[in-house]
């Protein structure tokens, strides 16, 4: 697979320093610009997979043109090229989002494997990317375990983030009432706990959970969940092995009488942060659908 480095630098000599030093790289392709403002002209035509910069130049500088990059191509790694007098502005490069930096003074040493590295890391990511833009759909089996529920709500929330089905905030929204759905599967459901018994005597509802997760058929209960996620729309379906209940009998958790009840809450903030919430008749499983508001329709 053939890469692309674009040497940013306004020294003609450290540009084919730079050059000479990179060309030992099989399969890699160099491209050159003058300044910052050059770079981003470059871009336009040809994305290259690294950016390789000086920091202090005219027009634009590396701190500005990393800032243009990360904003406009974040799949794009820049590597800093440091030279004596400008490591502030390095620094701050790096805490803004640059990838990696090789001082001038040791570029034969360091050059061409700080590049190889960030090549990795960068296809990879690249990869990852084509790979969520492929998938639509995942599906869970999980251990009656409360561990594994942030595990699985991390994944949930980068899966969401890929497919663009919503900004940073509703992403962070929709988790939660992931979140909710599964504590209920695991408490509720498989575990049998009434979340009264939780606000009445803490302690004792701790060791009632302790008590059952080491006992069966609690043990060996599973939560299976069904993910479908497009840049349209999320729906998210999660079921438990409990006896379930009638949901016909959920009290209305909008109702201000029923806000400070504990057993309302997570349905609450389910209802509240996704469009549409529904349980199967047998009250085991539940449907989150989550869509994306600032799509067009096709034709509008």
Partial sequence: MTATVLVVDDSPVDRRLVGGLLKKMPNLEILYAGDGEEALEVMKGQCPTVVLTDMIMPNLDGFELTAEIIQHHPLVPVI???????????????????????PKSSLAASLVDTVENVLAVAQEEKIQVRLMDCMTACQFVIENDASMIPALINYMRGFIRKSRLCDET????????????LNNAFYHGNLELDSKLREDDRAKYRALVDRRLAMNPYRERRIYVDAA??????????????????????????????LEKPSGRGLLLM???????????????????????????PGA
């Avoid at 800093?80 to 989002?97: D, F, P, S």
């Avoid at 729309?233 to 079921?239: K, L, V, W």
């Avoid at 942060?273 to 994306?292: S, Y």
């Fill in 80 to 102: 800093l090229m440091t030279g004596k007098g400008n490591e502030e502005i390095a620094v701050r490069a790096l805490q803004m989002g640059a990838s990696s930096y090789v």
């Fill in 170 to 181: 509703n992403g962070i929204r929709t988790c939660v009432a992931l979140e909710e759905a």
């Fill in 229 to 258: 996620i497009t840049p349209v729309e999320g729906r998210f379906r999660i079921r438990d092995e409990g006896p379930g209940f009638d949901p016909q009998s959920l009290p209305d958790p909008t109702d201000p009488a029923n």
């Fill in 271 to 297: 209802r509240t942060f996704m469009d549409d919430v529904f349980f199967n008749q047998h009250g085991n499983e539940v449907t989150l659908v989550k869509r994306n508001h600032t799509t067009t329709s």
